[in-house]
């Protein structure tokens, strides 16, 4: 089936995928990728065009099949979430995603969910034991008598709020001290319900430390105990430095978007340094190691295939540096912390992830399957490929004698020789070039699974030479291993040796980036030659053609034409390969993003006579980079922006302002009793809440250079550009009075029976104001502005 329906290929899909087409009131297997075939183990001929439930019955049971036709009947998308499936081949998770093509066909993607299910029961079980290890652990602890007042901490605590064990008598005056104020009414609360309704409290919190300036998440826990009469007398609980587990939350957060479409191992490694940043628990299990002990190793060191970090960037993320490609998809070992090893095929990509350049790997353990598809893949490479490459020469070479034990008719037909006398014969008997020792040196620098090609001259039983072409792969048949060798006489091809540098070309730029369009350009006569993957590229149909180079330049944006012939010319002055990107508009209107692979043919005198290369379609890698810029830098929630982007706005408003000597205003909001809010109504409404305050804001700060931003929590941030002070307070008396006139029923504020919002701002005027003011000087500015609109009565707006 043509990948014109799926708009890319089924195979690039790193999912099982399935068309099925409704005949006779039948589901028929029309198409699917080959990870389809290993995970059902079964080939293409045993599925393709069968009737569904002659292959897997067990469908109908499992209720795939009535979502196939609910789809079919309906073309709406359906997901059949986490079912149990079972036949008497396989059992596990299945989750299918069933959607319908425009040609009618039903497309069911799915994942084998059974190793999630499990790693499920297994983080169930570990959540259970961290549960009771917290009850008996001492990590900072502390006792509370609620009759004298008395507080006494642990040497650990000290520690947490980076004072000297026991330098003093704590109170709750002291402990409260180290609190924000803004957290402080929260805590208080937590405390209050805690003894109202006789249950634990937890409460997190952030600490300025004194001697560094660094800041410090912690987490209260608390437990009362109560007298005969059910009267409060002694809390006890302990605080945890949560910093590293929130710092680990941000990243995970960041990386939400891989790790939600992976049911595999995932790892992050920096592109600068090459260290670990980041592992999930799949990984991390399988490895034996903690997330500490990783981030201080590099990725290289899991894998015994590479001995330094240098062999692993020059092999292996070289592609990916330069640009020439732009995932690299390799089967490979890993090994664990116990140094045993598993299979596992493994997908590098180049990402900006937090701002940072990065590599994402996604790995698969294929352990099992490799045990199970070891012999088969060995036998068809050692009889099916001996007939399916049957014009060339094909043998097995044993190492130690030199000696072929299985070939193919034609290796001893084109020396002369009959398969007797072949089967006595050693290498040096026919190489024509190299002497034994020579040969020997060659053979024992094989390294198993390493492809080798070279040209060299055979002799015949007539005495007669012939050039071929070798290629040589040391492998592994488990009892032994052997050469596998194929060759091929190229005697008649070097007569055109021009020719044959450009069919190589052809050869290894195609085999580089796949099946995708490959091209020929004259130099001389500017003639285009191109395939047909390439005629599918430009939407050609037809009698459509792009026959001369003048007619495809025309196709281009006037800025991508003179990069793109700038790249030429840089390519033709320095030999080097040509690898760049356009964007063009096909005849059908459709725009796409090109990348472009090319050398250069030349002739007996090194001048360029011919270009031949290669093109394929990038706009869905396009797609996801802007895609991931954009998760970057919108609060997923409320849709306005996070606090990253407004930390970069504000630093280039500020100087901006410092340039120009023009006014900048900060308005802070707080939703008033949001806490009370959730509590009473929930999340999901506290959520819906979040969001209609945020769109409210949003569009009444709505000109070119107003920012809005979710700063944390229910606390949002408006930043106003060339808007003095009397601007500000019009417009924040603007967003109050429409966040008012939303009319959010709130039952539990004490001010209003809907939700209100505090808002404080600021001005920084360039002109009056001292150049040694700062944008932080300006947020604390705006900051004890909201505290003096909450402590005023909330519901209003003030300036500092």
Known sequence: MSDNLYQISIDSIPLNVVVYRYIDNEFVIVDFNHLVEQTEQLDRKSLLNKKLLDVFPADKEFGLYDVLEQVYQTGKTQTLDKELYHDDRLQGWRKNTVVKLPNQDVMAIYEDLTAIKQLEQEKDRRQFQLEKMQEIARLGSWTWNMLTDEIEWSNEVFKLFDEPPQSFKPTFQRFLSYIDDADQPALMDAIDQAIKNKSPYQFEHWIRLASTGRSVYLLESGKVQYDEKGQPLMMFGVVQDITEYKLNLDQLQSLGLIIDNSFNEVFVFDAETLKFTYLNQSALKNLGYTLDEVRRMEPYQINPAFSSRQQFVDELLEPLISGKKASVIHETVHRRKDGTEYDVQVRIQKMQLSGKEAFVVMANDITDIKKQQKKSEIAQARYQTLFNLSPVGILLVDPATQKAFEFNVTAHQQLGYSAAEFADLTIADYEALEQPEEIATKVAQFKVGEEVSFTTQHKTKTGDIRDVMVFVQLIDLYDHLALFAVFQDITELKRNERALETASLRFNLAAEVGSMGVWEWDLETDELIWDDNMRRLYDLEGGQSIDHYRQWRNMLTPEDLQAVEGSIDDAMKTGAELNTEFQLRTPKGREKHI?????????????????????????????????????????????????????????????????????????????????????????????????????AIDSSASRAGELTARYGGEEFVVLLPNNDADKAARMAETIRQNIESLKLPHPDSSISDHVTISVGFTTADFIDQPSSHTPSQLLKLADEALYQAKKAGRNRVCRN
């Not at 990038?618 to 895609?627: G, I, L, N, T």
């Open 595 to 695: 990348q472009v692979m090319a050398a250069f043919v030349k002739d007996d005198n090194g001048k360029p006579i011919k270009m031949v290369g290669v093109n394929w379609d990038v706009s869905q890698r396009k797609q996801y980079e802007r895609a991931l810029e954009e998760y970057a830098y919108i609060d997923p929630l409320t849709q306005v922006a996070n606090r990253r982007q407004f930390d970069q706005t504000f630093e280039n408003e500020w100087r901006r302002g410092e340039r120009n000597q023009s006014p900048l205003s900060l308005l802070m909001i707080d939703i008033d009793f949001f806490k009370a809010f959730n509590d009473s109504l929930g999340h999901q409404e506290g959520d819906d809440c979040l969001q209609q305050v945020a769109k």
